[in-house]
T-cell receptor, first 114, second 109 residues
Framework: DAGVIQSPRHEVTEMGQEVTLRCKPI?????LFWYRQTMMRGLELLIY????????DSGMPEDRFSAKMPNASFSTLKIQPSEPRDSAVYFC????????????FGPGTRLTVL | QKEVEQNSGPLSVPEGAIASLNCTYS??????FFWYRQYSGKSPELIMS????GDKEDGRFTAQLNKASQYVSLLIRDSQPSDSATYLC?????????FGTGTSLTVIP
């Protein structure tokens, strides 16, 4: 059974460019989460979806960040324009249910903004 | 005050010893509690979940929850070098999901 799939695994871009990160959750999981991890701030929840609907985006740092989930098997996190402080590892995770929420993480995308 | 707090470590224990990792949380309505293990350069991996007060054992791992004290711990018995990793405590309040910054554990052969 395939786990959470993320692409690309590494992304290097220049300040001001648009960056799109992609995620395919585990089949049958109805929750999808986007996280950002840095040494300074640890693992931060950015946004999560339930049945393709955004539930809580209070962790999205600013309007430059947006996320979509057009269907149950695909989600994107977009940064436009990107800035050097956006450099981090971005993880996507999925789960089934919410109250007993055991999340399975993808391998992450390491983003470097020059 | 952070929602979830952990000692960052590093915590070093000799092989075969018991490693004790601790976590406190601030939101009393927190419902579910988790421990994730993260190896350097890898993604977090769920190793334990606990929902009720008391102990829950799974192999060499025991999670302990005390909701009155807002405290969660993870004990690793017979520690192995392969247990060397960062351990993240996570809490689900029902509406939000918070992670601690993690405790780095090194098991010395």
């Amino acid at each position: 059974d395939a786990g959470v799939i993320q692409s690309p695994r590494h992304e290097v871009t220049e300040m001001g460019q648009e960056v799109t990160l992609r995620c395919k959750p585990i089949s049958g999981h109805d929750y999808l989460f986007w996280y950002r991890q840095t040494m300074m701030r640890g693992l931060e929840l950015l946004i999560y979806f339930n049945n393709n609907v955004p539930i809580d985006d209070s962790g999205m740092p600013e309007d430059r960040f947006s996320a979509k989930m057009p269907n149950a098997s695909f989600s994107t996190l977009k940064i436009q324009p990107s800035e050097p402080r956006d450099s981090a590892v971005y993880f996507c995770a999925s789960s089934r249910g919410t109250r007993r929420n055991e999340q399975f993480f993808g391998p992450g995308t390491r983003l470097t903004v020059l | 005050q952070k929602e979830v707090e952990q000692n960052s470590g590093p915590l070093s224990v000799p092989e075969g010893a018991i490693a004790s990792l601790n976590c406190t949380y601030s939101d009393r309505v927190s419902q579910s509690f988790f421990w994730y293990r993260q190896y350097s350069g890898k993604s977090p991996e769920l190793i334990m979940s606990i929902y009720s007060n008391g102990d829950k054992e799974d192999g060499r791992f025991t999670a302990q929850l005390n909701k009155a004290s807002q405290y969660v711990s993870l004990l690793i018995r017979d520690s192995q070098p392969s247990d060397s990793a960062t351990y993240l405590c996570a809490v689900n309040t029902g509406n939000q999901f918070y992670f601690g910054t993690g405790t780095s554990l090194t098991v010395i052969p």
